[in-house]
């Protein structure tokens, strides 16, 4: 990564200078800021070092700054090739610019292969599981679970690209009170389907899907629950209720582009009695006392903010008795470096209960992160959609998936921060113009498709051997010849893939992808607007050529963030 190189050239820049008597002694910083600089016309990287380092070496940042890029110029062309010149920026920035030659060198970088350009070995292979959507498996998904899935899906691409070994999982919870109260409700819809008179359970669920869960179980089975003594009969339908919604879930998610490689059953784990072993390792802790017939553990011991109920007074396991069980299930038997849970605002309170529960069991508690994401607001004419057109009750995602599709509700819930609330536009994602970012991106890489076709068109056998209209690769190109600023700028914003993946990996942030994919795409609108790329004029064969390999690898960068982002690349629009 060139940010990393120059933070080590200004590191050596800077213990040469001491050495030199250039500087007083006073420790070194063990990092080196260096970063894109906000202002247009201030190169293509700066560091702030020396504004940092003023105090600590009694000297003016600018004449820090003018003693490190001496040095700098006096190594710079063995030891950073890429790099065109050192310049100083009032109070102290060193600001540094690429060489135009090596940027037209990275064309032909990124198209031998277009496949894994962006790819940083940050994760160097570590395991890492990424659990997200996990809803509760007794209604179907609703936008806030869009979201989860988005977001979840996105980062678990970013961290494979980032050099993670990555499992996406879904966390079915088949087991507990919830479900119970759920074949409750099933029962009696199913009952009703039937034309007997049966009553909902007070805090049952009342939704339209409920009443269609029923009638098609009716007209599967017939009567057949209803000669079943109660006690069997409510697990029975439960389990067909969460095995229907649970396909259904799995539906929506395969038209959203999400596959799993792991659906983990809650019920397993007392399948398997873990939930007695974690009770047999928290009591040895003593990390568990009974409190008015419940037992509770001792979060408060261990950082969290209350104690948590893990065994009801009636005997019954809590949610988080599940919570520590599945986790332990995670980390100790499937060997996971590292865990992330992509978990609904709701949720908020449970981070400080899950980290307490880490240090019960002996696992550090960096191991496991929880992203919090907000709620989603549909809107449409500016005006807030609370209910269903079709039921008149919740907006569930498959209805607006069939509104607006796959890639512009990825898009949409991706582009902002998981932290941050956000309002999702219908109309705007339906929207075919720049006005819709969807549109814009997506419009780049399909303009690009056509600028190819053309090209195969206008010269043919000229651009060179192996050509062919669906993926050119010109040959032997003369790529000096890109030399105006648009054509420099996308490439420039091209080889920003590796640091925003980089970025969005660290982070734990994917949204920058949908950042960086607007940017790229002005790049190569701003690009097409400045340079004409196909030309018969006589004289013009080698430009045309040159800049075809120009769009050719700005294709394969669209098509690249688009995929990270689980969306599609189109050819035509």
């Known amino acids: ?61 600018i004449q820090i700054a003018e003693i490190v890029a001496d040095i700098l110029r006096e190594r710079h062309v063995d030891n950073l090739p890429f790099l065109a010149s050192v310049e100083i920026a009032h109070p102290g920035f060193i600001n540094f610019r690429l060489d135009e030659g090596w940027l037209q060198e990275q064309v032909p970088v990124i198209l031998a292969a277009p496949d894994t350009f962006g790819d940083v070995d940050l994760g160097q292979g570590a395991r890492v599981q990424v659990e997200y959507v ?35 999982e879904y966390y079915v919870n088949d087991a507990g009170s919830r479900v119970q109260v759920f074949g409750e409700t099933l029962l009696a819809r199913y009952a009703q389907a039937l034309g007997h008179e049966a009553k909902l359970p007070e805090e049952g669920y009342h939704g339209q899907y409920m009443i269609e869960l029923g009638q098609q179980i009716a007209a599967e089975h017939g009567e057949r629950f209803l000669q079943m003594p109660r006690e069997e009969a409510v697990p029975a339908l439960g389990r067909l209720g969460i095995e229907a919604v649970i396909a259904d879930a799995r539906a929506d998610l ?49 950082g969290g903010d209350k104690d948590e109920v893990v065994i009801r007074s009636n005997g019954t396991p809590g949610y988080f008795a599940s919570d520590i069980a599945y986790h332990y299930e995670k980390f100790v038997e499937r060997g996971f470096d590292r865990v992330i849970d992509v978990w609904g605002a709701d949720h908020q309170g449970h981070v400080p209960r899950m980290k307490a529960m880490m240090r019960a069991l002996d696992l550090d508690p960096e191991r496991l992160t929880i992203i919090i994401y907000q709620l989603v607001t549909l809107k449409r004419g500016g005006e807030i959609v609370r209910l269903s057109k079709r039921t008149g009750d919740m907006i569930t995602l498959r209805e607006v998936l069939d509104e607006v599709g796959a890639d512009a509700m990825r898009y949409f819930l991706l582009s902002r921060s998981a932290d941050s609330q956000m309002d999702f ?27 190819l076709r053309h090209g195969q068109e206008v010269l043919g056998g000229a651009l060179g051997a192996g050509d062919d209209a669906s993926g050119l690769t010109p040959t032997d190109v003369d790529l000096s010849l ?42 190569f609108h701003a690009f097409y607007r400045d340079c004409r790329v196909v030309s018969n004029e006589p004289g013009e064969a080698e430009i045309t050529r040159a800049r075809i390999a120009l769009v050719t690898a700005c294709r394969a960068v669209l098509a690249r963030v688009l995929g990270l982002m689980g969306m599609s690349a189109p050819e035509t629009m």
Not at 148 to 154: F, H, K, M, R
Not at 269 to 286: C, F, H, K, S, V
Not at 432 to 451: G, K, L, M, T
């Open 1 to 61: 990564m060139i940010d990393d190189q120059l933070a080590g050239a200004v590191a050596a820049a800077l213990k040469k200078a001491q050495q030199r008597n250039k500087l007083p002694p006073f420790d070194l910083p063990t990092s080196i800021p260096v970063e894109r600089p906000k202002q247009a016309g201030m190169g293509d990287f700066a560091t702030p070092i020396c504004l940092q380092l003023a105090r600590y070496a009694r000297m003016a940042p």
């Open 134 to 168: 996990s809803a509760n498996p007794t209604g179907p998904l609703h936008m806030g679970s869009a979201r989860n899935a988005v977001l979840g899906d996105a980062l678990a691409s970013t961290l494979e690209a980032a050099g993670y070994t990555v499992q996406r």
């Open 254 to 302: 395969a038209l959203l582009g999400i596959e799993y490689d792991g659906w983990f059953s809650e019920q397993s784990l007392y399948d398997r009695r873990l939930n007695e072993t974690i009770m047999t390792m928290l009591r040895q802790g003593d990390y568990l006392y009974v409190h008015e017939g419940a037992v509770w553990f001792r979060a408060t011991a261990l």
């Open 425 to 451: 536009d219908i109309d705007l994602a339906k929207e075919q113009s720049d006005e819709n970012p969807v549109y814009y991106v997506q419009y780049a890489h399909a303009r690009i498709c056509s600028i």
């Open 482 to 523: 890109l030399t105006s600023k648009a054509e420099l700028d996308l490439i420039r914003q091209m080889l920003r893939l590796p640091e925003t993946v980089r970025l969005a990996a660290i982070q734990l942030a994917p949204h920058h992808l949908t950042y960086y994919a607007y940017e790229l795409a002005q790049a």
